[in-house]
C-alpha cells in the first residue's frame, strides 16, 4: 500500500487493510491466508520513512549544508545489509539537505543555491558502510548541475586561472577544468540508483533551468544565464569524462533536479529510473508476486495522475505481467481516469462527507466488505 498523503502512512495504510482481512476471516470462521505486508512509494516525498518502516532499516541524522550554505539537519535512512555479503542500502531524499523548502521565498535564486550537503549526505552514508545508493531527487532548490554535491566527494572545479571556483549555479559558467585526484576513493565502489519521473534534458527549451528555474526563483535573465551555465559545463565535463558517453546532457532526466540527474550519469555512473521501479526491486515485490494469489494496493486518491509514476500504477501493471489479480482500495476513485483500467477492481473507501482523518477505520471496513466477498467465493 501507498500513503494517503495527509492521513496514513504507507506502514498504516497496509495494516488497515491487514486489519480488515482478520475481520472478514472472523467473520467466515476461516483461517487466515498467508499474508505479506510491504511498503510503497514513487521514490519522492516519503520514501525514506516508508523503506525504514517497512524493512527495519534506521535513520540516520548528520549536519549538512542547505542550499544556502547554512547548516541544517538532515535525515536518511539505512536498510542492514544481508548475511550473504550484501552491503547496507542507503536511502536518500536530496530535499532533505538541498529541497526548495529549505530556502526562504525571499531568498530564493538558483544562482545562488548548491547541491553540497546532499554530497555530505552520501560521504556520511558511505562510512557507515553503504556501497548502495537508492536517491531520491525531487523538491529541489538547486540547478547547480550537481557541483555542489560532487565538490562534497572530492571532485574539485577550477577556472581558468587555476583557481577554485563556488559550488552554486552562478559557477558553472567559469569552470574550466574538474580534477578528479582527489575524489572520495569509496566512490569506486558504490552503486547509485536514482528516482527520477523527470524526463527533461539538461539544457534548452525543455531543459532544467527553463522549465523549473522559474519555480526556484529566477527571472527570464537568470534562466538564460544558468541556461548557458548547464551548457558551458556540460561541454567542460565531456572533456574530462571522456570514458563516458559525450551526450549524456541530452538523455532524459539528465536534467533532473537542476541538472543533479546529469551529475549521476556523468561522475558517477548513476541510473535514473522510475522511482516506483526502484522501490519494488527494494521491497523484493516481483519475488513475492510470483506466488501471489491476490495482490491489494491502494493510494489516497486514484485519477488521472496514478498511471504517471506514481507507485499503485506500477504494483498494477506487475501484477499484469505476472497475470496475478489485483484490487485498489483509494481514499477516492475517478473512475474515468486511464489508471482505473490497470485494476480488477478500484474502489473508493470514503463515503460521502467522510472525513480523512478517519482514513484508516473507512480503509479497515471496505478491506472488510471486499475480503468477505472474495473469500466466499474461494
Known amino acids: 500500500m501507498d500513503s494517503f498523503k495527509g492521513s496514513l502512512t504507507s506502514q498504516q495504510a497496509g495494516k488497515a487493510v491487514f486489519n480488515g482481512l482478520k475481520e472478514a476471516c472472523?467473520?467466515?470462521?476461516?483461517?487466515?491466508?498467508?499474508?505479506?505486508?510491504?511498503?510503497?512509494?514513487?521514490?519522492?516525498?516519503?520514501?525514506?520513512?516508508?523503506?525504514?518502516?517497512?524493512?527495519?532499516?534506521?535513520?540516520?541524522?548528520?549536519?549538512?549544508?542547505?542550499?544556502?550554505?547554512?547548516?541544517?539537519?538532515?535525515?536518511?535512512?539505512?536498510?542492514?545489509?544481508t548475511?550473504?555479503?550484501?552491503?547496507?542500502?542507503?536511502?536518500?531524499?536530496?530535499?532533505?539537505?538541498?529541497?526548495?523548502n529549505l530556502v526562504p521565498e525571499e531568498k530564493r535564486n538558483p544562482l545562488h543555491t548548491s547541491t553540497y550537503g546532499v554530497g555530505q549526505m552520501i560521504v556520511h552514508a558511505m562510512e557507515q558502510g553503504c556501497r548502495t545508493f537508492l536517491i531520491g531527487i525531487g523538491g529541489s532548490g538547486t540547478n547547480d548541475a550537481g557541483i555542489g554535491m560532487l565538490s562534497a566527494l572530492g571532485f574539485v572545479f577550477t577556472d581558468k586561472h587555476g583557481n577554485k571556483t563556488g559550488t552554486c549555479g552562478q559557477d558553472l559558467e567559469r569552470i574550466a577544468n574538474i580534477q578528479t585526484d582527489t575524489v572520495h576513493p569509496l566512490l569506486t565502489a558504490c552503486t547509485f540508483r536514482i528516482a527520477s519521473d523527470v524526463t527533461n534534458p539538461l539544457t534548452g527549451p525543455n531543459g532544467a533551468a527553463a522549465v523549473y528555474g522559474p519555480q526556484?526563483?529566477?527571472?527570464?535573465?537568470?534562466?538564460q544565464r544558468l541556461d548557458r551555465g548547464l551548457k558551458h559545463f556540460a561541454r567542460v565535463a565531456s572533456l574530462a569524462e571522456a570514458k563516458t558517453p559525450e551526450h549524456l546532457d541530452r538523455v532524459p532526466g539528465a536534467g533532473a533536479a537542476g541538472g543533479l540527474g546529469y551529475a549521476f550519469l556523468r561522475f558517477l555512473d548513476g541510473s535514473l529510473e522510475p522511482g516506483a521501479d526502484l522501490v519494488i526491486d527494494a521491497i523484493g515485490l516481483r519475488e513475492h508476486a510470483r506466488s501471489a494469489h491476490l495482490i491489494v494496493t491502494g493510494e489516497g486518491r486514484l485519477d488521472s495522475q496514478t498511471s504517471m509514476g506514481k507507485a499503485p500504477a506500477a504494483v498494477a501493471r506487475l501484477a499484469q505481467a505476472y497475470e496475478k489479480p489485483i484490487v485498489a482500495l483509494c481514499g477516492s476513485v475517478d473512475p474515468h481516469a486511464a489508471a482505473a483500467g490497470l485494476f480488477d477492481r478500484a474502489i473508493a473507501v470514503t463515503?460521502?462527507?467522510?472525513?480523512?482523518?478517519d482514513a484508516a477505520v473507512y480503509l479497515q471496513q471496505a478491506a472488510a466488505v471486499f475480503f468477505k466477498e472474495h473469500l466466499a467465493l474461494i
Open 83 to 100: 548475511n550473504d555479503g550484501k552491503a547496507p542500502l542507503a536511502v536518500i531524499e536530496m530535499a532533505a539537505a538541498a529541497g526548495l
Open 216 to 223: 526556484k526563483g529566477a527571472d527570464a535573465a537568470t534562466v
Open 26 to 81: 472472523r467473520s467466515l470462521y476461516c483461517p487466515m491466508p498467508h499474508t505479506t505486508l510491504l511498503p510503497l512509494a514513487d521514490g519522492g516525498e516519503g520514501t525514506v520513512a516508508a523503506l525504514m518502516e517497512g524493512l527495519k532499516g534506521t535513520y540516520h541524522t548528520v549536519t549538512v549544508c542547505d542550499p544556502l550554505g547554512k547548516p541544517v539537519q538532515a535525515q536518511y535512512g539505512i536498510v542492514p545489509g
Open 351 to 357: 463515503p460521502p462527507g467522510g472525513s480523512f482523518e
